[in-house]
């Protein structure tokens, strides 16, 4: 499905990087003057950050645009954002489920992020993207994010607070001693952790090979029908 207006589509796009923005200054509780470093090692907090950022470059870009056949500007970015996305609301759903939530504030935004940006994200590519930008390779490309994430929380947790010692109790960018808990060697193991990390891996990469097809079908679909119409003439 694709709908060829561009004020919606702006107005939806800007409506996803205002909200973003205020569900950022929201979890780092800048409203509040209680600035929660912390909140910023997170991987939803980093996806968060770089879709508020892209989706402000892409309502300025359309708003100035005057392609038709061109709805969106670097699809493997944008991939990438939605991928993200569905793989923290996947795993916060089914490996996390809301566990260590210490008040009403934190359990809405966290849920906002978690629940309500995949969601329109999502509606935003399938109402206002035309199809056929994905590429095969790129579910590999948006498995990047997560892999360089987890190179990140064993490079703080394991090399600067377990031989530098620079941190007093936690790791500087987490609240724990790892930001979600299928990254602890100590509490499950390393052939469990490395399972984990494989499965998520695996069902990203998955995921990634859908949101590819999703984005396939369509032109496939539309291509078979303008031949059969052309072969009947």
């Given at each position: 499905?694709?709908i060829?207006y561009k004020?919606?589509?702006?107005?939806?796009?800007?409506?996803?990087a205002?909200g973003?923005?205020?569900l950022?200054?929201?979890?780092?509780?800048?409203?509040t003057?209680?600035?929660?470093?912390?909140?910023?090692?997170?991987?939803?907090t980093?996806?968060?950050?770089?879709?508020?950022?892209?989706?402000?470059?892409l309502?300025f870009w359309?708003?100035?645009?005057?392609?038709?056949?061109?709805?969106?500007?670097?699809?493997?970015?944008?991939?990438?954002?939605?991928?993200?996305f569905?793989?923290?609301?996947?795993?916060?759903?089914?490996?996390?489920?809301?566990?260590?939530?210490?008040?009403?504030?934190?359990?809405?935004?966290?849920?906002?992020?978690?629940?309500?940006?995949?969601?329109?994200?999502l509606?935003?590519?399938l109402?206002?993207?035309?199809?056929?930008?994905?590429?095969?390779?790129?579910p590999?490309?948006?498995?990047?994010?997560?892999?360089?994430?987890t190179?990140?929380v064993y490079?703080?947790?394991l090399?600067?607070?377990?031989?530098?010692?620079?941190?007093?109790?936690y790791?500087?960018?987490?609240?724990?001693?790892?930001?979600?808990?299928?990254?602890?060697?100590?509490?499950?193991?390393?052939?469990?952790?490395?399972?984990?990390?494989?499965?998520?891996?695996?069902?990203?990469?998955?995921?990634?090979?859908?949101?590819?097809?999703?984005d396939?079908?369509?032109?496939k679909?539309?291509?078979?029908?303008?031949?059969?119409?052309?072969?009947?003439e």
């Amino acid at each position: 499905m694709y709908i060829n207006y561009k004020p919606l589509a702006v107005f939806l796009r800007m409506i996803i990087a205002m909200g973003g923005t205020l569900l950022l200054l929201a979890r780092l509780q800048i409203f509040t003057g209680n600035f929660q470093v912390k909140q910023v090692g997170l991987f939803s907090t980093i996806m968060l950050f770089v879709a508020i950022v892209y989706y402000y470059v892409l309502s300025f870009w359309q708003i100035n645009n005057t392609k038709k056949d061109k709805t969106c500007i670097a699809p493997w970015l944008k991939g990438t954002i939605l991928l993200s996305f569905i793989g923290i609301c996947a795993v916060d759903h089914f490996l996390i489920n809301g566990n260590a939530i210490p008040n009403w504030q934190r359990y809405f935004v966290t849920n906002m992020i978690t629940y309500v940006m995949p969601a329109v994200l999502l509606l935003d590519y399938l109402l206002f993207d035309k199809k056929g930008n994905f590429k095969l390779f790129f579910p590999f490309i948006w498995l990047i994010p997560e892999i360089l994430y987890t190179v990140y929380v064993y490079v703080v947790v394991l090399v600067l607070d377990g031989k530098l010692k620079l941190f007093t109790q936690y790791p500087y960018p987490f609240e724990k001693a790892y930001p979600y808990t299928f990254y602890d060697v100590v509490a499950n193991g390393t052939v469990n952790t490395v399972a984990t990390l494989l499965m998520i891996f695996v069902c990203f990469v998955a995921i990634g090979f859908m949101l590819f097809l999703l984005d396939l079908i369509p032109v496939k679909l539309k291509d078979s029908l303008a031949k059969k119409k052309s072969d009947s003439e």
